[in-house]
């Protein structure tokens, strides 16, 4: 089912992340430890109603649906909904994807028990209105699942040693940082008067037989890593792809890479 459109000025953003298609199923595959996670302690019971924002490929989206929910899954990418739409055909799951924004999203006050987002609703343009929109469509007595990777971790020693230099100068105002949503007192900024919030640390391993192989994994299924690299003179590509294997070098063991990834669990439940 179609969504609401995507506003003008986030169709580059969004063409970033469709950037991979459906290989960015491999991303998601990644960090599927985490969302593995985020769906327990959400606890989707048959029969409940359950949104998951920024779903991607739909990895998330489909977990919530071989646990009986109805599933809503949003993300403003057109290349990756219509892939989720395929992979859950696959299976044969009935999961309603569509096109949309998180900070607008096309459902009605109160539509669901629950709303997931697994390292996706972090990198809104306005954290505010996107909780203001969790909030409004998550009945009283819903529940609200997130994971969120916190400044101090290596995701985000990753983002800024290897990438940032590579990247083009950000705007003036520069956009708010995905990393506050790992931060406890920022998420209950955001979401504490309408939810009762809990909270959990996690950490992701990241296990790959080489730093090459992540790289090349990265490179052809993380949507804004193929766009940057379509974008990059061939020195400055190079340069990105050798820092990005000696950042994961580090964490080398006898076997292979094992790269640890803290990130924050938020639960909540909905005021009445």
Not at 34 to 62: E, M, N, Q, Y
Not at 202 to 224: D, Q, V, Y
Not at 232 to 238: F, G, Q, S
Request: hydrophobic share 40%; net charge negative; glycine share 8%.
């Amino acid at each position: 089912m179609a969504g609401a459109p995507v506003r003008p000025h986030k169709t580059n953003q969004a063409a970033n992340w469709a950037a991979a298609g459906r290989d960015y199923e491999k991303f998601s595959e990644d960090i599927g430890d985490a969302i593995v996670h985020c769906v327990r302690r959400l606890a989707p019971t048959p029969g409940d109603s359950v949104l998951d924002i920024a779903t991607g490929t739909g990895w998330g989206a489909r977990l919530l649906a071989r646990r009986g929910a109805k599933v809503s899954g949003i993300d403003f990418g057109d290349d990756l909904i219509t892939a989720a739409n395929e992979l859950a055909s696959t299976e044969g799951l009935a999961i309603d994807f569509r096109t949309a924004d998180a900070e607008a999203l096309p459902f009605e006050d109160n539509s669901f028990d629950a709303v997931m987002s697994t390292f996706g609703v972090i990198f809104v343009e306005h954290p505010e209105i996107a909780a203001q929109e969790i909030a409004r469509v998550c009945r009283p007595g819903g529940r609200v699942a997130l994971t969120s990777w916190p400044a101090g971790g290596s995701v985000a020693e990753l983002v800024q040693q290897v990438f940032a230099p590579l990247r083009p100068t950000p705007p003036d105002p520069a956009p708010p940082s995905q990393f506050l949503w790992g931060d406890r007192r920022r998420v209950g900024e955001l979401l504490g008067d309408a939810f009762d919030l809990k909270f959990e640390n996690g950490c992701s391993i990241l296990r790959e037989p080489s730093s090459e192989e992540i790289w090349n994994m990265w490179a052809t299924s993380h949507g804004l890593t193929v766009k940057l690299l379509q974008n990059l003179p061939t020195d400055r590509a190079t340069q990105l792809s050798r820092d990005f294997i000696a950042f994961h070098d580090q964490f080398r063991t006898e076997i292979g890479i094992a790269m640890p990834r803290d990130y924050l669990l938020t639960i909540g439940v909905r005021h009445a």
